[in-house]
C-alpha cells in the first residue's frame, strides 16, 4: 500500500486500539508504524499486538514497522500521609531520602541519585513542572528546598532536575526484561528513554547488536548538549518535547526542534517528532488549530515522522485522529511554499562519495522529470542518503531484508519493498522497473533513477548512479 505523502505516521497502540480490527483502521488510516510503550501493559498484551501486526502485515503485502518504547528510570516522589500535600510559594519543605510521607518536613524521595547532584539553586519540578522549588539546603539524605510555585503534589508524582546530570543508566532492571522480550518477539526499533550522555547509547548497544533500530529519545538538556555525539551513536532520534518541555523553558523547544532535525537530516538519520501533537483529540474528534499547525511545522521542518501517544493509545478518537494527521500532512506537503522551505532547511552534506552518489540521484530525478527512485539497499543506508535530499520524487528503496525493509517504514518518502538482490546491471534495471510498475510507482516508457551500490549487496556502498527507462 502505497501513501500520498512523503513524511510518516507512528502511532501507538494501546487500550483503545489493541484490538486487531483497530489496528487494522489505524493501518489504513495512515499509521505506517505502530509504537508499542512500555510503560503500561504486559508482555502479554504486546505479544497479542505484535502478534496482530504482523497478521496485517501479511494481509497487506507492505511491510509495517513496530517501535518498542522502554519506559526509562522513573524519578518519583514516594507515597504520602493520605496521597496528597498541598504547597505554598515562599514555605519551605524538607525532601528525605527515607521519608515518612507525613508532612512537610519528611516529603519521601527514595533516589539517592537526586541528593547526589542537588546542589543550591538547582530547580527542583513536580508533576512535569505544575510545582515548583529551589533547592536551598542540601544535606545528607536531606534537601532543603523553598517553594516557588506551589500546588497540590500527590502519590508518586514525576520530579525532574533540569540540568543535572544524574549518575543512572537508561536501562532499569525492567527495561532490561522489556527489551530483551521485545527482540525476541522481533520489534524493529527500539527507542531509548532518558538518554543523558553518548556512553547511555552504548550501553543499549551491547544489548541490541544489530537486532533493531536503535532511537535515541532527547528529553535532556545534556542530551542537547552532546547531540552530535548521540546522533552517531544511535540510528535515529525521537524529539521527545514532552520530558524535554519540562527540562528547558517551553519556548527554547521550537528552536530546538529545529535544530533536531536539521542534525538528523545531516547524519542521515531519521527523526521523529513526538509528544502531544494532537492532544486535544483524545477527548474530541477534532483538533485546535494550534495542533494542526504544530503538526505542520514538523512537516515544514522536515521531519522524517510525527508520532501519536495518548492521541491513538487511550483516546476516544483513535482512528480519526491518525486519519487527521494524515491530512495535515499531505495538505502541508502539497501547500505551495511547502518544497522551498524543505529545501531552505537542507543540511551540508558529508563529502564521501556515497553521499554525493545519493544526493546526485535525488537532484537528477528532479531535473529529468524522472517519475521515481528506486535504491537497492542492504542495511537501509542507501534509501536514507537519497531520502535526506527530501526529493519531490517518490523513493522505491528494495532489499532483501525483511527486517531492513521494515524499519525504512520510518524514512521521509521511501517507499520499501523486499526483493532479491540483482546479479548484473542488465538484472538490475529489469527488476526495479519491475517492482516500480507493480507498486504502482511507473508506467511503461517513464524515465527512472537507479541508486546501487557494487558489488551488490555490500553494506555502504553506494556508488552507482544509472538512468532508465521503465
Not at 483524545?282 to 515544514?300: C, G, H, L, N, Q
Request: some cysteine; proline content about 6%.
Amino acid at each position: 500500500m502505497r501513501r500520498s505523502r512523503f513524511a510518516k505516521i507512528v502511532a501507538t497502540v494501546g487500550p483503545a486500539t489493541a484490538a486487531p480490527e483497530m489496528i487494522r483502521a489505524l493501518y489504513f488510516s495512515g499509521a505506517d508504524t505502530f509504537r508499542l510503550n512500555f510503560s503500561h501493559g504486559s508482555h502479554d498484551d504486546h505479544a497479542r499486538v505484535f502478534a496482530s501486526i504482523r497478521r496485517l502485515e501479511e494481509e497487506v503485502g507492505t511491510p509495517i514497522g513496530v517501535l518498542q518504547d522502554l519506559q526509562g528510570p522513573k524519578l518519583r516522589i514516594g507515597s504520602l500521609d493520605g496521597g496528597k500535600l498541598l504547597l505554598h510559594a515562599g514555605e519551605t519543605v524538607r525532601f528525605a531520602l527515607e521519608g515518612a510521607g507525613d508532612g512537610k518536613e519528611s516529603i519521601p524521595l527514595p533516589h539517592p541519585e537526586i541528593f547526589a547532584a542537588a546542589h543550591p539553586g538547582q530547580e527542583l519540578l513536580i508533576d512535569d513542572g505544575r510545582v515548583r522549588l529551589t533547592v536551598i539546603g542540601p544535606g545528607d539524605g536531606e534537601i532543603d528546598a523553598r517553594v516557588l510555585v506551589g500546588g497540590l503534589i500527590r502519590d508518586h508524582k514525576g520530579v525532574n532536575l533540569p540540568g543535572a546530570l544524574l549518575d543512572i543508566s537508561p536501562l532499569t532492571k525492567k527495561d532490561r526484561a522489556d527489551l530483551a522480550f521485545g527482540l525476541e518477539l522481533g520489534v524493529d526499533w527500539v527507542a531509548l528513554s532518558f538518554v543523558q550522555k553518548p556512553s547511555d547509547l552504548i550501553e543499549a548497544r551491547v544489548l541490541i547488536g544489530e537486532a533493531a533500530g536503535l532511537i535515541a529519545k532527547i528529553e535532556t538538556p545534556m542530551a542537547l548538549d552532546r547531540i552530535d555525539d548521540i546522533i552517531h551513536l544511535s540510528d535515529g532520534i525521537m524529539v521527545a518535547r514532552g520530558d524535554l518541555g519540562v527540562e528547558i523553558p517551553p519556548e527554547e523547544v521550537p528552536g530546538r526542534q529545529k535544530e533536531l532535525v536539521r542534525a538528523s537530516r545531516l547524519a542521515a538519520k531519521p527523526v521523529i517528532v513526538a509528544t502531544q501533537m494532537l492532544d486535544s483529540m483524545v477527548a474530541a474528534p477534532t483538533p485546535t488549530r494550534a495542533e494542526a499547525s504544530d503538526v505542520a511545522t514538523a512537516i515544514y521542518d522536515g521531519a522524517d515522522a510525527v508520532m501519536l501517544s495518548a492521541e491513538s493509545a487511550s483516546g476516544a478518537y483513535p482512528v480519526e485522529a491518525v486519519a487527521m494527521m494524515d491530512r495535515i500532512i499531505r495538505s502541508t506537503e502539497q501547500h505551495c511554499l511547502y518544497r522551498s522551505l524543505v529545501e531552505a532547511s537542507q543540511a551540508d552534506e558529508e563529502v564521501t562519495p556515497a553521499h554525493a552518489v545519493a544526493a546526485a540521484g535525488a537532484d537528477l530525478a528532479t531535473t529529468i522529470d524522472a517519475k521515481a527512485i528506486i535504491g537497492f539497499t542492504a542495511s537501509g543506508t542507501t534509501a536514507a542518503r537519497i531520502a535526506r535530499r527530501r526529493p519531490p520524487v517518490p523513493i522505491l528503496a528494495l532489499t532483501p531484508q525483511e527486517r531492513v525493509a521494515r524499519r525504512m517504514c520510518l524514512l521521509w518518502g521511501v517507499h520499501s519493498v523486499v526483493s532479491d538482490d540483482p546479479a548484473s546491471y542488465e538484472e538490475m534495471t529489469r527488476i526495479a522497473a519491475a517492482v516500480a510498475r507493480n507498486e504502482g510507482q511507473l508506467e511503461t516508457g517513464d524515465l527512472m533513477i537507479v541508486v546501487s551500490g557494487v558489488p551488490f549487496g555490500q553494506i555502504g556502498a553506494t556508488n552507482n548512479l544509472r538512468i532508465a527507462v521503465s
